[in-house]
């Protein structure tokens, strides 16, 4: 079944990254090999030291001596595994599995994000017979965690003015914008102290979370504001001491569940307060988190726990905190502009710490969260940390690769492909900071779940995408 796919080079590529471990951070074998497969073809190319890989190709054909093009994907993908599945990527590439309609991985990420994008570029290096302008191939590493190669590459070495990124995930959309963003952490100093009381946990789960990005506008939970509502509703009525509060698993995803600690005076029994808010939880998020609970059990301390003005340190870092949408773009409808998130947040010892992603279309409303965060944080005798975090893509509302590709897309397929900017960061935004003319677009085929071991991609889908790609390549 799997060399039957179309279009079979591509198909031939991709099975042959997959055979190679490539999580972010170790990717070094399959860039290697691709330097390899470059000299192989007599193709010059160069690794630069934190990894990335550039490989040229002269033009052929009509446009043989057309300004060059960028081609860029990403060489790492995110390594994730069914636990059921006893499968370690590190050792291995994923094991790829098609039924003829869908390509996916025995319990993993398949990596099609974005070996896809790989795979394209190097079935187009590997065939002579093409029509293209002169090919400048990039392809960055890690990707996944924080872009560090699209960062750390030196775009001066580029003769491209011009760009295709290959990492989109949805054929027939052309990407043309895209957020920019940072990581805030917010640290607030604790003081624990001994005292008595009645020990009870808190545990919110069942929320279905998310991209902090993608699906910050689509009206789900936070079990971060979630909890922070119950811990001020309690402590309001009664002396509230938190002991151990842990949230979320990463800054970009919104926090799916949480659990805090915490001690109340020996006769208080915060049961039906809790019941009631989880009832107004449920209401409240009825259509988007429907498996939304809230469950309180008793809990026998075994420690210090926070004192009064540390426990109202970490309930004002969970109900002040931004959280969600700020503001939607005025330019494109249903777009998020301006968001936040609170997505991972742990309790030690000696600190409370909040790990924040800030999203903004605009650069300066991106500063404007940070700006509130580390006034948040001041307020609280803490402080706040920036990331340098990356630039946003703004939309260049002349670009003349945008309207071939468009034209491209109608001759094919006879109908024309959307535009579309997106509230998460992408490499795209990394080029066109380090490169102000750059005029550039992100295009691929239909890939659903990634990130995830339920990651699949569209068999025709990626035909589609090809030939879409090469009717480009032509009329450049
Ligand atoms: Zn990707």
């Known amino acids: ?65 057309a300004a060059p093009l960028i081609l860029q ?92 990124n290959l990492d989109a995930e949805q054929e027939g959309i052309i990407y043309v914008g895209c957020a920019g963003g940072n990581k805030v952490s917010c640290v607030l100093p604790v003081r624990r102290i001994f005292t008595s009381g009645r020990g009870w946990e808190l545990r919110i789960s069942g929320l279905r979370g998310g991209h902090s990005g993608m699906d910050i506008h689509r009206g789900r939970a936070s079990a971060a504001r979630l909890m922070g509502r119950t811990l001020f509703r ?18 970009n995803a919104i926090a799916a569940e949480g659990t805090v600690r915490f001690l109340l005076p020996e006769q208080a029994d915060p049961t039906a307060e809790v019941q009631k808010l989880e009832a107004c939880f449920r209401s409240e998020y009825a259509a988007a988190d429907p498996e939304l609970r809230q469950v309180l059990e008793p809990w026998r301390p075994d420690g210090p726990v926070l004192d009064r003005d540390s426990t109202n340190r970490l309930i004002t870092l969970l109900v002040c905190g931004v959280q969600g949408v700020e503001e939607m773009s005025q330019a494109v409808p249903g777009l998020p502009q301006t968001s936040g998130n609170l997505g991972l947040l742990r309790v030690t010892d000696r600190e409370i710490r909040g790990e924040f992603c800030i999203r903004s279309t605009f650069d300066s409303q ?6 509130r ?27 003349p690769l945008r309207v071939c590709c468009e034209k ?21 935004g990394v080029f066109a900071a380090a490169i102000p003319e750059l005029d550039c677009i ?14 699949r991609m569209r068999v025709e889908s990626v035909r589609r995408t090809w030939i879409w790609l090469l009717e480009i390549l032509r009329r450049l």
């Open 1 to 65: 079944m799997w060399k039957q796919l179309e279009p079979k080079a591509v198909f031939r590529w991709f099975a042959w990254v997959s055979r190679f471990p490539h999580g972010s951070g170790h990717t070094e074998q399959l860039a290697e090999a691709c330097l390899a497969f470059a000299r192989e073809r007599k193709l010059a190319c160069r690794r630069d030291a934190i990894g990335n890989v550039v490989i040229c190709k002269p033009g052929r054909g009509s446009s043989q001596s």
């Open 408 to 428: 491209a897309y109608e001759a094919l397929y006879e109908k024309k492909p959307i535009s579309r900017m997106i509230h998460a960061g992408a490499e795209c």
């Open 366 to 371: 991106k500063i404007m969260l940070n700006e």
């Open 234 to 251: 309690l402590s309001r009525e009664t002396a509230l001491y938190a002991a151990e509060a842990e949230l979320g698993q990463a800054d």
């Open 373 to 399: 965060l580390a006034c948040l944080a001041a307020a609280l005798g803490g402080r706040a940390a920036y990331s340098e975090g990356c630039p946003a893509w703004e939309y260049r509302a002349e670009s």
């Open 73 to 164: 994907a990403h060489l790492d993908m995110v390594l994730a595994a069914a636990p059921e599945s006893g499968r370690d990527l590190l050792a291995e590439g994923p094991r790829l599995q098609t039924d003829g309609e869908w390509v996916w991985a025995e319990g993993t990420t398949l990596g099609a994000d974005d070996g896809i994008g790989v795979a394209v570029c190097l079935a187009l290096l590997d065939d002579p017979t093409l029509e293209h302008p002169p090919l400048e191939i990039v392809l960055t590493v890690d990707e996944e965690t924080g872009m560090k190669g699209a960062l750390a590459l030196d775009c001066a070495g580029l003769q491209g003015r011009r760009m295709i």
């Open 442 to 455: 992100s295009i691929g085929p239909e890939i659903r779940g990634a990130h995830t071991p339920a990651e």
